[in-house]
């Protein structure tokens, strides 16, 4: 565990978002159909009413078999369902008329992570990631994605990944734990270790690399912890990163263990 007085590190991005679902509403097209009763389903989809907001995508996709948002739109609504399979059937759909959707894609890893079907998981982010790469028009290497949400031991957590390293502790992942208010409560980052320690050694941090530079290569990681009380290692990791599969078995791992230690006293 890290030795001295504990706080949120610096140089670290935390993004709050609700809690309570996790990608329904990031697939809106920038340029969006101005039909009264794609509005109306739009509003349902973003107050939460998935059951009415999907049969009000259902019913316009029906009467506008080519109208990709309300595809979309129905695929959302689905996923805030938690209709994991239903969603799948309608994101491949159209992401097979339209390649380039990237936030289909990347619905498609929140559906695939939930599903549990890891080989689809990493294909649906190697896409992500190639797009990226090549700088495909619509997707940024340096943004984030949210590529998995799961609830364990009565907690609800939120998984952001970064394609490129991000922050002073180079994060890859981060799990996010939320209050009610959407505040972050705690979360624990896949990052490197070195740069970690250093960060908590040194309040400043190492340097932050310039925009545009290149994000230093990573050669160890650690999956850490963080409150605003306390922070600390879960385990550290030998030789090339680890599958996120593994990953997220050892934070739910750790997850359980911390909640029937604090049941204990």
Known sequence: MFEGKTFWPQGRTMVVLAAATVAQAQSLPTHVNTDPLLKAARQQLAQKHFVEAK???SAFAAAHPESVEAQLGKADAELGLHEYDDAE????????KQPQMWLAHKNLVVVEA??????????ERAILHDARQRGAEGISARESDVIDSFNVAGQHWIVRAYDEPSGRSLTRYNFERFSPDGRVQAFLSLESASAAAAMVGHPGGPDTPQAGAAAPAIRDFALN???GQAHGIVRPYMGAEPSYERVRADAMRWIRQQSATAHQH
């Open 114 to 123: 939930a599903l549990g079907r890891w080989e689809e998981f990493d294909r």
């Open 225 to 227: 912890w963080y409150t």
């Open 55 to 57: 049969r009000q995508f």
């Open 89 to 96: 059937v309608g994101y491949r759909a159209i992401v097979a």
